[in-house]
Antibody, heavy 131, light 109 residues
Framework: EVQLVDSGGGLVKPGGSLRLSCAAS????????MLWVRQAPGKGLEWVSS????????YYADSLKGRFTISRDNAKDSFYLQMDSLRVEDTAVYYC????????????????????????WGKGTTVTVSS | EIVLTQSPGTLSLSPGERATLSCRAS???????LVWYQQKPGQAPRLLVY???RRAAGIPDRFSGSGSGTDFTLTITRLEPEDFTVYYC??????????FGQGTKLDIK
């Protein structure tokens, strides 16, 4: 079964740190880009960070201002989100997700295009930042 | 950054009716980059439609996506009780940020 299991959430004081983990199973983890998405209480979804299959490319939401670091260990089929200098506004459920891609040939333009989506999600881990 | 605006914020309908959810982008986007998700309370989002109109595996054919340019639509024909929840659109392009709309809540009338 294709599955992602996220963990590591908890209660932390402002300024503190947490490390979230996401363990993958049922697919070739090293072939996929992976992402973190968060959802503050009662709010919508917010993309947080992404990492390419070989860790060459890592991206972050501007709102994080360099406080979070994404990483992965393909030997362990896992990836991580190190969260430092946590703020009250970082309180949210954090979901890990798999990025899948399909190719589509555009016969009109004569180009190959890619279609991206998140098709596998973890159940979410809750991070609460409060004094 | 692409901003996605979903409307209405809340849509009240009855089972068996047809739902039309809108997602408007702040600028023209590639159709391939528009994705729809469903999220039930306490659960992770579930992929419904990608590439604006491609139904994900296992999604019933009462769900369909359409649109181009700046205007995209998720249509749910013959609403079932389990369809009454929240729906998000997302711009998922070649490079981040991968923005979401603010969501549309589908309520039972």
């Amino acid at each position: 079964e294709v599955q992602l299991v996220d963990s590591g959430g908890g209660l932390v004081k402002p300024g503190g740190s947490l490390r979230l983990s996401c363990a993958a199973s049922g697919f070739t983890f090293s072939s996929y880009s992976m992402l973190w998405v968060r959802q503050a209480p009662g709010k919508g979804l917010e993309w947080v960070s992404s990492i390419s299959p070989n860790s060459v490319s890592m991206y972050y939401a501007d709102s994080l201002k360099g406080r979070f670091t994404i990483s992965r260990d393909n030997a362990k089929d896992s990836f991580y989100l190190q969260m430092d200098s946590l703020r009250v506004e970082d309180t949210a459920v954090y979901y890990c997700a798999r990025q899948s891609v399909e190719g589509d040939y555009d016969y009109v333009g004569g180009t190959y295009q890619y279609i991206y989506y998140m098709d596998v999600w973890g159940k979410g881990t809750t991070v609460t930042v409060s004094s | 950054e692409i901003v996605l605006t979903q409307s209405p914020g809340t849509l009240s309908l009855s089972p068996g009716e047809r739902a039309t959810l809108s997602c408007r982008a702040s600028q023209n986007i590639n159709n391939n980059f528009l994705v729809w998700y469903q999220q039930k309370p306490g659960q992770a989002p579930r992929l419904l439609v990608y590439g604006a109109s491609r139904r994900a595996a296992g999604i019933p054919d009462r769900f369909s996506g359409s649109g181009s340019g700046t205007d995209f639509t998720l249509t749910i024909t013959r609403l079932e009780p389990e369809d009454f929840t929240v729906y998000y659109c997302q711009h998922f392009g070649d490079s981040p940020p991968y923005t979401f709309g603010q969501g549309t809540k589908l309520d039972i009338k």
